[in-house]
């Protein structure tokens, strides 16, 4: 039996006991802790065999312990930064995984996060990013200082007890001229949950569509859950309400794909994400339904075994346009992305290659750009 099936096998029962389902223990053999923790499952499977009082690898409990007492202080401190920007009459509406977090009780102890994304309204951000300066955050530096100026986002880190806390607050979930809609929904639906702003669970999941669709559908399995735990808590309209929140917000064919993903790795053989799946695919047309079941087999195939690819130039031109459905923002976003990228080269005195739009690869990285 290949890693792959083993790892699949054991994420589904894992999702089950989590959400209460009935379901058996696999026959294949628990995959090894480094496994488990590169897919982002390593939390939750500590968590499942301690509650069956099953053996597991002390690197996982090790990894549980870390990762609840990280989110628990970093959690904290967002709603201490949180009620700062208030009183300035700042909101700031966490996503990703910090609202997934906040909307399903539990979920702290076992869901890793790199850092916590906030998303502020445009004419706010620069207040935002000053008051938070104020309070010790220190900006990143990206080496970026033409794309910066463009840039929808800024890296702010602040020194905590464990680690530090990495704060990116945005003014869109994503370059312009893409995800404008969904930016406008996310801010004006926010609600509060665990002492934060956060979006309503369909926003949720349309916003972890697009970002999935920006690192080209390829990750590890930590948004996955997420969309699967997220999809137990839709409101009474359910997917009929999602189809129609993800349409308005021109990401439903991402976030097809994504739930596509996620009932490879916790529906295997499941009727009911079977019907979750026919649902949401019988809302696209027949070529949109084979754009994205060409994307999902694609990212289907990527394995923990080997490094994420660094693309995201090939990701805004070749994934982009199906996720969201229109082609020439998407292609127009992805080409202002690569020419503010070349600025960036030059300005740092590289030559950029020359076929700088199709080939992200050929200079993305600085030690092939030094070379040339």
Known sequence: ???????????????????????????????????????GLGALLHRVLADRQMEGDPRLALAARNIHAFNIVALQRMGELTRLL????????AHKGAAVISLIPGYAAVRAMADIDVLVRPEQFGTAVRLLEAQGGRQLK????VSGLWSSERALQFEGPMLPLNLDIHRRLHHWPLAGKLTRRALDSAQQAGGLWVPPVAECLCIAALHRAKH????????LLD??????????RGLEGLIQTARRCEILPG??????????????????????????SGALGRKQRERTDRLAREAATWSPDHPLPALPF?????????ATGRLVPAVLGALIHAGFRAGDVVVRGR????????????WGSRKRAKGR
């Not at 699949?8 to 480094?34: M, N």
């Open 86 to 93: 208030e009183a300035e009459h700042v909101v700031p509406v």
């Open 255 to 280: 976030l097809v794909v994504i739930v596509k993903l996620a009932a490879g790795w916790f529906g295997v053989d499941s009727a009911e994400w079977s019907e979750r799946v026919r649902a949401l």
């Open 216 to 223: 080209g559908f390829v990750g590890d399995c930590r948004d």
């Open 351 to 362: 030559r950029a290659a020359p076929n700088i739009v199709f080939n992200w690869s050929a």
């Open 314 to 322: 090939v990701a805004l031109y070749r994934h982009m346009p199906v």
């Open 227 to 236: 969309v699967a735990l997220l999809l137990d808590r839709l409101e009474e």
């Open 142 to 145: 990206r080496n970026q200082p």
């Open 1 to 39: 039996m290949s890693v792959r099936h083993a790892l699949v096998e054991w994420a589904s029962f894992a999702w089950c006991h989590f959400t209460g389902r009935p379901a058996e223990v696999p026959r294949s053999r628990l995959p090894d802790a480094p496994a488990l923790l590169r897919i």
